[in-house]
């Protein structure tokens, strides 16, 4: 059974910092991995989508790797800003139109 | 893009009662459409999977005489929480998956609490 992990399951940083989030699983054999962002009782917004064929992709200050083989996945963001505030979820999927396994999430803050 | 309208929102609801929430999928066609539920600080855990047009697949633990989960077109799927409990209280999330291969859709999300 596919298990996602994320690391660290807090953080709290000064708004400007450059700040790496970890997410691994278990079970390399993935379609695609995706990370979203949830606001506190809200839905969840896709921030980015990486095919298991690909390395990584960016959006904006947004980037995220993938090494498939390790199980790993990070997303990197860049000068951080309070509107970053947010929880993070990483989420796996096996194969194309399966549902997709996510981690805990990491709660982000950033203080002005 | 592709959007999905999750309704309500919120909604509070005495036990024993039922309550139904509704996916729309506005500008695409959902032929696949998963229901999530989150409990706080927790990871949303998949309660089943709808295809339009056929009946839906529970995950384990999840019962399906107490989630009605109803697809019966292209662009609306309904999960009905029947006679609901204050174990039920949770976040329900619906996510869409249409004809694209580029990720998933996801709901605004329902929360709903149970008294």
């Known amino acids: 059974k596919q298990e996602v992990t994320q690391i660290p399951a807090a953080l709290s940083v000064p708004e400007g910092e450059n700040l790496v989030l970890n997410c691994s699983f278990t079970d390399s054999a993935i379609y695609n991995l995706q990370w979203f962002r949830q606001d506190p009782g809200k839905g969840l917004t896709s921030l980015l989508l990486i095919q298991s064929s690909q390395r990584e992709q960016t959006s904006g200050r947004l980037n995220a790797s993938l090494d498939k083989s390790s199980g790993r996945s990070t997303l990197y963001i860049a000068a951080s800003q309070p509107g970053d505030s947010a929880t993070y979820l990483c989420a796996v999927t096996s194969n194309s139109g399966y549902a997709l396994n996510f981690g805990k999430g990491t709660s982000l803050l950033v203080t002005p | 893009g592709a959007v999905v309208s999750q309704h309500p929102s919120w909604v509070i609801c005495k036990s024993g009662t039922s309550v139904k929430i509704e996916c729309r999928s506005l500008?695409?066609?959902?032929?696949?459409m998963f229901w999530y539920r989150q409990f706080p600080k927790q990871s949303l855990m998949l309660m089943a999977t709808s295809n339009e047009g056929s009946k839906a697949t529970y995950e384990q633990g999840v019962e399906k005489d107490k989630f009605l989960i109803n697809h019966a077109s292209l662009t609306l799927s309904t999960l009905t929480v029947t006679s609901a409990h204050p174990e039920d209280s949770s976040f329900y999330i619906c996510s869409a998956r249409g004809q694209t291969e580029y990720g998933y859709t996801f709901g605004s999300g329902t929360r709903l609490t149970v008294v």
């Open positions: 500008d695409f066609q959902a032929t696949t």
